[in-house]
């Protein structure tokens, strides 16, 4: 065999090596992690993946945040086809610590995701968690409000901030791609159409701690005046919540992400992103 087809094939091989570890190291808890600070926090935070997501959706931003000594992966949860939970890691002694979420059913209904998810806080609650983060991507995102809205608090933790990342709250469709992309546009009083998961968080809305912060990210692609959304969610639907949290007294603020960077799986893959979600959950 000539040396170049050697070289080409441990050149291959050794990119599915780096590959295979990549993806294995993701989805665990690293053994160790060296704060920037002493006095960190102990609140843990929530990364709930979209439609579709894996351990990919969100493992290379908590890796960032880990490596910088910002916060801590202390805990994996996987959520199998049944339900049932399988954790990896603990919050004890932890700084800052983020939990990963990765549901094995990926495309389970929303209503599904919040009962899991209603059994990650009950969880967290017996082992002595008072108080939680949530940060959501696409339909995670639709969920983590939900949560806020509907789950039980007497059982569960106290939620105290929401990031959310290209959430499509004024959506027909919370889960697949679809080629057309909706976008209902926005008058003085809010959008002319609203999409049943908006309408339903318009009644919902004041079902929220009134104490609760919102941080809500959102991507545009194009330059263009006549088009704004991240190639999958429309800024008119990611945004469509200010027309209502605020009027509610929710405190509420808006990040907007431009570029090719802001695609929709590329915003927890973006720098920016990072240092918004860290300022937002860790400054104050």
Known sequence: MAWWLWGLLLGAAAVLVAAAVDWWRIGHVPKHFTPIQPHLGNTPTIYIHGYSGNRY??????GRLHRAGIAQKAMVIHVKRNGQLRVQGHLLDTKNPTIQVIFCRSRAHLATE???LHQILVLLKHNGVHRVNLVGHSMGAVLVMLAAMQLPTKDTPRINKIVTLAGPFNDIELGKDTDEIL????GPRGPFRQAPIYHYIAEKVHDLPRDIHILNIAGDIFTIPTRHDDGVIAVQSAFALRWLLPKAGIDYQEVL????????????ENK???DNIVRFLYAS
């Not at 959706?57 to 908590?62: D, I, K, R």
């Not at 976008?183 to 926005?186: C, D, G, H, L, N």
């Not at 992400?257 to 927890?268: E, Q, T």
Request: aromatic content about 14%; glycine content about 10%.
């Open 57 to 62: 959706s969100f493992g290379h931003l908590l």
């Open 114 to 116: 919040l009962t899991w």
């Open 183 to 186: 976008v209902y546009e926005w």
């Open 257 to 268: 992400i431009r570029g090719v960077r802001g695609a929709h799986s590329l915003l927890h």
């Open 272 to 274: 920016l992103v990072d």
